[in-house]
Structures are given as C-alpha cells and as structure tokens.
C-alpha cells in the first residue's frame, strides 16, 4: 500500500511517498480502508521537527483519518466490515483525565498515523462516524472538532446565554463557532480579514472583530459585552494573543488554551489571572467517550463541518504548503484517489 514518511529528516522536502506491506490485524484490530484525511497544525509542525525534535523518523504524519472498514479480528465486537469509522486521536484515551501513558499513544506522532491507503488500530482506537457526513467531512472530526468540543462542552460548561469569544477562522476556531451556536451561545470572532468575518458571520457569529485594525481587540470584547468580558474565550494564538485574552474574558471566566499559532513563549503579566479568578484550561483534543458524545450530537443537529479545500492523496505536500500559508477558513482535506 501507499503511504507517505517523513523520511530520514523533518522538513516538507522530505515528506515522500512510500511503499508499506498491507496491515494485518490481530485478534483485536479493525484494518481500515482511509478514505480522506484532514490537516491540523500539529501536523505541520511534526513534519517541520517543530513539535518534536527526537521524533524517531521514519514517521508516518496526520492525525485525521476516515475511512471504510476491510477486516476486523476474531476477538473485535465493536465493528464489522463496511462501517464507516474515524480514528481518536490518543489511542489508549477512552474516557477520564489524561495520563502521561496516554500521552505517548497520539496518532501522527510518536505513533504512526493516517496518511496511508489503508490503517490498522485497535478497534477501541475508532468510532463510528455520523451517517449524514462523507468521508471528508467526518475526516475533520478528529482533532479539530474534538479539540472544540472538549473545550466549550467537556471542559468549559457552556450553556445557552454564554458568550464565547473565537479567535481566527481556522478548523478548531470554526467547529468553535458552530458549536456554541448549537448550545446557544453568543459568538464573538475575530480574524485578520473582513471577507473572513462575513463568512464567520454567515456560520452564525454575533460580533465580529478584525484584529489588524482593531489591534486592541481586548479592549473591543470589554465594549462589545458592556464592560464585562465574555465567559469563554476558544485560545489558539498561544503566547501572541493570550494577553489580549485575558483582557476579553470576565471575572471567574474560563480561557480554553489550544494552539500556538502566535507562539509559544512570550513574557506574561499573570495578574489578570489571578486578580480576574481567571480559569486557565490546557487542551488536549479529547477522549474516545467525548468524541461519540460529540458525534450523537452532531447528528441530531445535522451539523456539518466547513471544509476550505480538498485535495488528492498524491497532492499532499501542497496541501501542507496551503495549510502553511494560514488562509484557509475552516478544514484543509485530502481524499483518496
């Protein structure tokens, strides 16, 4: 089968095609024909040796993948060949509080992932996807819908009469959106582009604030809630924006912090946290019990994901290239050939 390595050194240019054995399962394995893909920015960064460094190489990337399944086990209960299913993201995470151990068990790194024709997993490392999505729509559930998910609902409590506070219009930040919708919450979006903000507009956001002109957008939260500051704010900048975060949310509200898009390390005046009763909650995608409560939950409401662009399985290099360039409005996909 085909399969795409980072091979010998990280790096785009070493992101090459390859040539595997066909996986067989165990007597608890479901092997499973992957039928599209999605890109996050962990992946990228994996790739790039950003993430991890001493990432043992070869590795094959990404984190998201659905598809069909080919063969199941003599001992597997849970599926049956021709269902269509999606991989979790940690694969010894089925429900409860992260564990170091679990930790080692993320797809794409350190374990192999899905950029392959075919993947083979334990069967309590999948779940049955959403009827009323195709494969490239339930490809995008993984990681950045859970990631959403687990933030506003697992972690953050959201409930109708909140307002949540998204920056960007990345996948999380979109899946964000249309999921404080669906619990009834007022949205506030930000993004770097007006033709974005119509767009996050038309998904249901309430407010929409461009950052490049309204630098001070903390600021521009405070007036927009009438001093107060909103109940959650959907992290994804890191280091460059959560000063500006923690301006925006209110006394004893709760900032969900996912992604590092404006970086990592930058020095940080931590009394807001502490004189605002500021909850600070690191996120880590989510287990395999939130990802089906998400999954029934996205049926009932025939919600479905926003998808930028798709491209084929051999073009999978230029969709990293696209995803690099951080214009796309909510998922970049692949599809199988």
Same mark, same amino acid.
């Given at each position: 089968?085909?399969?795409?390595?980072?091979?010998?050194?990280?790096?785009?240019?070493?992101?090459?095609?390859?040539?595997?054995?066909?996986?067989?399962?165990?007597?608890?394995?479901?092997?499973?024909?992957? *039928?599209?893909?999605?890109?996050?920015?962990?992946? %990228?960064?994996?790739?790039?040796? *950003?993430?991890?460094?001493?990432?043992?190489?070869?590795?094959?990337?990404?984190?998201?993948?659905?598809?069909?399944?080919?063969?199941?086990?003599?001992?597997?209960?849970?599926?049956?060949?021709?269902?269509?299913?999606?991989?979790?993201?940690?694969?010894?995470?089925?429900?409860?509080?992260?564990?170091?151990?679990?930790?080692?068990?993320?797809?794409?790194?350190?374990?192999?992932?899905?950029?392959?024709?075919?993947?083979?997993?334990?069967?309590?490392?999948?779940?049955?996807?959403?009827?009323?999505?195709?494969?490239?729509?339930?490809?995008?559930?993984?990681?950045?819908?859970?990631?959403?998910?687990?933030?506003?609902?697992?972690?953050?409590?959201?409930?109708?009469?909140?307002?949540?506070?998204? %920056?960007?219009?990345?996948?999380?930040?979109?899946?964000?959106?249309?999921?404080?919708?669906?619990?009834?919450?007022?949205?506030?979006?930000?993004?770097?582009?007006?033709?974005?903000?119509?767009?996050?507009?038309?998904?249901?956001?309430?407010?929409?604030?461009?950052?490049?002109?309204?630098?001070?957008?903390?600021?521009?939260?405070?007036?927009?809630?009438?001093? %107060?500051?909103?109940?959650?704010?959907?992290?994804?900048?890191?280091?460059?924006?959560?000063?500006?975060?923690?301006?925006?949310?209110?006394?004893?509200?709760?900032?969900?912090?996912?992604?590092?898009?404006?970086?990592?390390?930058?020095? %940080?005046?931590?009394?807001?946290?502490?004189?605002?009763?500021?909850?600070?909650?690191?996120?880590?995608?989510?287990?395999?019990?939130?990802?089906?409560?998400?999954?029934?939950?996205?049926?009932?409401?025939?919600?479905?994901?926003?998808?930028?662009?798709?491209?084929?399985?051999?073009?999978?290099?230029?969709?990293?290239?696209?995803?690099?360039?951080?214009?796309?409005?909510?998922?970049?996909?692949?599809?199988?050939?």
């Amino acid at each position: 089968m085909k399969v795409y390595e980072v091979q010998q050194a990280f790096g785009l240019s070493n992101l090459r095609l390859a040539e595997r054995p066909s996986p067989q399962p165990g007597p608890w394995d479901v092997r499973v024909r992957i *039928h599209a893909n999605s890109l996050n920015y962990r992946d %990228l960064l994996m790739v790039l040796g *950003h993430y991890n460094p001493r990432q043992p190489l070869p590795l094959i990337p990404l984190s998201d993948g659905a598809g069909e399944v080919l063969e199941v086990g003599e001992k597997v209960t849970r599926f049956k060949p021709g269902d269509r299913v999606a991989a979790i993201f940690a694969q010894d995470w089925l429900d409860g509080d992260v564990t170091p151990d679990i930790a080692k068990t993320t797809l794409g790194g350190p374990l192999d992932g899905m950029l392959a024709e075919e993947v083979c997993l334990p069967e309590n490392g999948w779940v049955m996807i959403p009827d009323h999505l195709d494969y490239i729509q339930a490809a995008t559930l993984p990681c950045a819908a859970l990631t959403a998910w687990s933030s506003l609902v697992v972690h953050g409590n959201v409930k109708a009469g909140d307002t949540v506070l998204v %920056l960007g219009t990345g996948g999380v930040s979109i899946f964000a959106v249309q999921f404080a919708k669906l619990l009834g919450a007022k949205v506030i979006a930000t993004s770097s582009s007006d033709e974005k903000l119509t767009r996050v507009k038309a998904l249901g956001a309430d407010e929409t604030i461009n950052y490049k002109t309204q630098s001070a957008w903390g600021k521009e939260v405070l007036r927009l809630t009438d001093g %107060l500051g909103v109940d959650h704010v959907v992290e994804v900048g890191g280091s460059g924006t959560l000063a500006q975060s923690l301006k925006a949310v209110r006394p004893s509200g709760t900032v969900s912090l996912i992604g590092v898009l404006g970086g990592s390390e930058k020095a %940080l005046n931590i009394l807001p946290i502490l004189m605002k009763n500021i909850r600070v909650q690191g996120i880590l995608v989510g287990h395999r019990a939130g990802f089906e409560s998400m999954n029934r939950a996205i049926a009932h409401h025939g919600l479905v994901p926003v998808v930028d662009q798709s491209f084929s399985f051999g073009e999978a290099p230029k969709a990293f290239d696209v995803l690099q360039q951080a214009g796309h409005f909510g998922k970049i996909c692949l599809r199988s050939e």
